[in-house]
């Protein structure tokens, strides 16, 4: 519009019509048409049109976080008496909302592998749900596979994409039904912004659009959707820097004494390493290592001894990060790390856009006993 280079931010949290019949014609299709901001605005609808087009959607939805996609998509998908199986190591809170879901007669799952699916598929089961990586332990599942076996057993299949980005990964041309995403990392990526988004086929996205987001109200905001516009623009030179940079940390790491375990899928020796080329394109900066330790208070002391990756959740922005899962976390958070299997030694880093050097310095540092504060 007037050839400006950034498009509008529509502020409107309504929008008005001439007559009621038009008003009633619209709000029956408020997925298409601008009605009320909680439905969708025109700012949002262009991110929701690029989203759609980099992971080859037919439609795609963003949500005002990548957990009010991730409950609005599996609550579309069942209802009290289903099933849903879980494959792998997935999010924290999305095992957290699957529990949660047992409140209303909704049972799970978790299976660690795709030969482990055929003995926990029940008769009420609906969906698949997993991540490739996986949650903290980066495991590699053969997407084409794992979304021909839920297809061969009438499951819809729902895929976390966050760790790749669509950029380095495509779910659906692998078979997969819905591709959901937290735009709060890689997408976004300057750490300003918390929004999700769920894409697939029409006559899937249409009913969520039009019943869950709706109701459950994680709207994003158009304000959140102009950052997007931002992030996706910059969004490949950042993934080619963190690629870089990650891929730099995870080979020292994996040389250090100090260090039992690298599980970064860009790694030779990672063992889903082969299948990951087949099927990405590229390598994002999250990975975990493992201390040589299982003394929560060792782990601790390596996070506390560095300086540069500062100690946080969430992950995919300039800025480099660290994570203990088994430290300090409170009861229900430390049950879902015992089930997705993820050490005690192990330590999350979100490499960011720092110089490698730095970076390896800090954490060469940190691994021979940390250093006092400055
Ligand atoms: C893999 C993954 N999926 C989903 C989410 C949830 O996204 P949000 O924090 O935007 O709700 C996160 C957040 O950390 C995540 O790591």
Not at 92 to 104: A, M
Not at 160 to 183: A, F
Request: hydrophobic content about 45%; glycine content about 10%.
């Amino acid at each position: 519009m007037l050839g400006a280079v950034n498009p509008p931010v529509f502020e409107n949290s309504l929008f008005t019509f001439d007559t009621a019949g038009e008003l009633a014609e619209a709000v029956k299709d408020e997925d298409e048409r601008y009605v009320y901001w909680r439905g969708t605005n025109p700012t949002v609808d262009l991110v929701q049109r690029k989203l759609a087009a980099l992971e080859r959607a037919e439609r795609a939805k963003c949500f005002g976080s990548g957990m009010g996609a991730i409950s609005a998509t599996i609550s579309s998908l069942v209802s009290a008496g289903d099933h849903v199986l879980v494959l792998g190591a997935v999010y924290g809170p999305t095992t957290q909302f699957l529990r949660y879901l047992e409140k209303y007669g909704v049972t799970h799952t978790h299976v660690s592998s795709l030969a482990d699916l055929d003995s926990a598929i029940r008769s009420t089961t609906r969906a698949l749900y997993f991540e490739s990586p996986s949650y903290m332990r980066y495991e590699i599942f053969d997407i084409a596979a794992v979304s021909a076996w839920a297809r061969a057993h009438g499951l819809i299949s729902v895929m976390d994409n966050t760790w790749s980005t669509p950029l380095y990964q495509k779910p659906l041309t692998l078979g997969v039904d819905l591709v959901v995403h937290s735009l709060s990392k890689y997408i976004g990526g300057h750490s300003d912004l918390v929004g999700g988004v769920v894409a697939g086929a029409t006559e899937l996205i249409r009913p969520l659009a039009l019943t869950e987001y709706q109701l459950y109200g994680a709207a994003m905001s158009p304000h959140d959707a102009a950052k997007v516009i931002k992030g996706l623009r910059t969004l490949s030179v950042r993934m080619a820097a963190h690629q870089e940079r990650g891929l730099a940390v995870a080979r020292f790491l994996a040389g250090h004494p100090r260090v039992r375990a690298v599980n970064h899928p860009g790694l030779p020796g990672h063992p889903g390493h082969e299948q990951a080329l087949r099927q990405m394109s590229g390598f994002s900066s999250l990975f975990s290592l493992e201390l040589d330790t299982d003394s929560r208070a060792e782990v601790a002391a390596f996070v506390d001894g560095l300086r540069h990756f500062r100690v946080a959740v969430s992950w995919g922005g300039f800025e480099s990060l660290a994570v203990a899962p088994a430290v300090g976390a409170q009861e229900e958070r430390e049950s879902v790390r015992a089930t997705m299997g993820i050490p005690v030694g192990l330590v999350r880093l979100s490499v960011g856009l720092e110089p490698a050097d730095t970076l390896i310095a800090d954490l060469g540092v940190a691994l021979e006993g940390g250093r006092p504060l400055a």
